[in-house]
């Protein structure tokens, strides 16, 4: 049995400006961009979520529910600047991390040996050096058998709070779950489960795998499994999560391009299915690697949308320029950082960068 721990700092850009100017601290605010913009609100404090201020929501409509609320702009690097504080400190309990954006990770602290390996005394530690190193700013955890729970008991005693789930709590705790709550079940497949009378994961436990992959295709697989509380997905660290390619070495060097293109296509493909299995993954670039006779090599990488067409023609542009026998071929993408910068519109150009 693994041991997962998911972290998520509360109210993130917000508590990092209460930190910073303590006129902000006790009143609703948020950071987001200003209504007279169309902006829009990236996060709010606690104390604007009462009024239902929230994430996404247009600032002129967040003023609306809330008049006093206090709208401040993003300061993005400040931002950075504690996210890289925060994982160096995940850094010192495992190198299976698994940034999920600025403020979330996944550890898989299964080896750890620290605190005789008591997961949860693993997350207190973590939460208090986060509240020293950064000057005290609160995060919360969950502490389960896996990423699906981890993440779902980090809520649950939010903020500033944390929630273990011993694998044998595990059928008891996922039965109440909303469906809605699952993984991979957004707004729309929601939708569609309640319309069905699936409301939670008991609900959904009693259909069948080949019913839950008639009604949902693919995702049915893991459904069957979520809804019972068990995933199988393993914390990637981000160096696994940058790329996904394949390559080939032939036999005998090649020398014509429409060989050269059979093999990209049939490469393509293969690449494509290997791809099913990262369909929560956004890809950035693709790339195509040659390896001539003489062991020289290069990869060409370009922003453009998967298909076929834009591999060949990646291949065709560099080889046309150096048309000598190759060795090997590859193909690939390059995924987007998942803890890269977030959305930039949602800031709706007012940022203040220092
Ligand atoms: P979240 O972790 O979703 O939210 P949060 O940290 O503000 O609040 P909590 O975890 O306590 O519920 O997102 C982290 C940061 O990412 C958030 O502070 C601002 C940014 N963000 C956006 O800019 N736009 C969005 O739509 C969301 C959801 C987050
Ligand atoms: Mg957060």
């Known amino acids: 049995m693994r041991k997962i721990i998911h972290i998520d700092m509360d109210a993130f850009f917000a508590a990092v400006e209460m930190r910073d100017n303590p006129r902000l601290r006790n009143i609703p605010m948020a950071v987001g961009g200003s209504s ?8 709010s404090n606690y104390e604007a979520r009462k009024y239902g201020v929230k994430s996404a929501m247009p600032t002129a409509l967040a003023k609306k529910i809330c008049p006093q ?6 300061r993005m690097s400040k931002y950075k600047e ?6 160096e400190i995940f850094q010192q309990y495992t190198d299976l991390v698994e940034g999920l954006s600025w403020d979330e990770a996944y550890l898989d602290v299964t080896d750890c040996s ?6 949860t005394y693993i997350a207190r530690d973590i939460r208090e050096k986060i509240y020293q190193r950064t000057g005290g700013l ?27 789930l011993p694998p044998p709590a595990v059928d008891e705790f996922i039965k109440k779950i909303p469906v809605e709550k699952l993984w991979g079940v ?4 929601a939708t569609y489960m309640h319309n069905l ?4 994961c008991l609900d959904l436990q009693s259909l069948s795998q080949q019913e839950l992959i008639e009604k949902f295709g693919k995702f049915g697989y893991n459904l069957y499994d979520f809804c019972r509380g068990i995933d199988q997905r393993e914390v990637e660290t981000e160096f696994e999560r940058k790329s996904l390619g394949t390559e080939e070495t032939y036999s005998k060097d090649i020398t014509h391009f429409d060989e050269m293109k059979g093999h990209i296509l049939k490469m393509v493909q293969e690449l494509k299915e290997a791809l099913d299995d990262f369909q929560e993954k956004e890809i950035k670039a693709l790339q195509v690697k040659i390896k001539y006779f003489d062991f020289k090599q290069t990869t060409i990488e370009r922003q453009m949308p998967f298909d076929e067409k834009n591999f060949i023609y990646l291949l065709e542009e560099r080889w046309s320029m150096d048309p000598r026998p190759i060795r090997l071929l590859g ?11 977030p959305q930039l519109p949602l800031f709706d150009g007012a940022i203040s960068m220092r």
């Open 36 to 43: 007279d913009r169309r902006g829009v609100i990236s996060t």
């Open 186 to 189: 957004g707004k729309v497949t």
């Open 138 to 164: 609160t995060a919360s955890a969950g502490i389960a058998p896996n990423k699906l729970l981890a993440k779902m008991a980090s809520d649950f005693n939010k903020p500033n709070g944390q929630f273990t």
């Open 331 to 341: 193909v690939g993408v390059k995924f987007q950082e998942q803890r890269e910068q």
């Open 82 to 87: 504690v996210s890289d504080q925060v994982f």
């Open 197 to 200: 009378g699936l409301k939670t």
């Open 114 to 119: 620290q605190f005789n390996n008591s997961a």
């Open 69 to 74: 609320l206090v709208i401040v702009s993003g």
